[in-house]
Antibody, heavy 116, light 107 residues
């Protein structure tokens, strides 16, 4: 069974930084694209970023480009999202997902709140 | 980035009725389109990938069609558990995008 457990969400001030982590299990992590998707409270889904299995290709939505960095550690079956220059509109639940195309397996996510 | 526009924003229907949800892409995404259902307090559930292929365990009252820029999700006969928000998502371009969602509510 595919499982992804996100952590690292917190309350942070505008302009601050945060690193999200995701531990994956139930599949061969090192051969799959991985993605981050977020959902602001009461709003729709927003795709954030994805990363190739070997980490050589990374893609970002325009609104986070230059501020967020996706990375992975295949030896630890872990995915990360380093977020900096955080803005109020980055407030959302962040989901870590297996795959780079469609997403059948959703964890519970981790809540990031950006507020002064 | 490809913009996906879903219509209508809200669909008010009764159980047993047919629901037709539209998703229009700003550029062709071929058949690289997925649909999700999300109920309040729950995570999204994949319904359809490849524009028309039902995901594992999805009832056959859900069907997807379309290609290029225009896509349809049809729920043939609404069950009480189908009242939810539905999102389309494209995976043709390296930057994926979601539509803004269609809410199917009880009339």
């Amino acid at each position: 069974e595919v499982q992804t457990v996100e952590s690292g969400g917190a309350l942070v001030q505008p302009g601050g930084s945060l690193r999200l982590s995701c531990e994956a299990s139930g599949f061969i992590f090192s051969i799959h694209w991985m993605s981050w998707i977020r959902q602001a409270p009461g709003k729709g889904l927003e795709w954030v970023a994805n990363i190739k299995p070997d980490g050589s290709e990374k893609n970002y939505v325009d609104s986070v480009k230059g501020r967020f960095v996706i990375s992975r550690d295949n030896a630890k079956n872990s995915l990360y999202l380093q977020m900096s220059s955080l803005r109020v509109d980055d407030t959302a639940v962040y989901y870590c997902l297996k795959g780079g195309h469609w997403y059948p397996d959703w964890g519970q996510g981790t809540l990031v709140t950006v507020s002064s | 980035e490809i913009v996906l526009t879903q219509s209508p924003g809200t669909l008010s229907l009764s159980p047993g009725e047919r629901a037709t949800l539209s998703c229009r892409a700003s550029q062709s995404v071929y058949n690289y389109l997925a649909w999700y259902q999300q109920k309040p307090g729950q995570t999204p559930r994949l319904l359809i990938s490849g524009a028309s292929s039902r995901a594992t365990g999805i009832p056959d009252r859900f069907s997807g069609s379309g290609s290029g820029t225009d896509f349809i999700l049809t729920i043939s006969r609404l069950e009480p558990e189908d009242f939810a928000v539905y999102y389309c998502q494209q995976y043709d371009r390296s930057v994926r995008t979601f539509g803004q969602g269609t809410r199917v509510e009880l009339k």
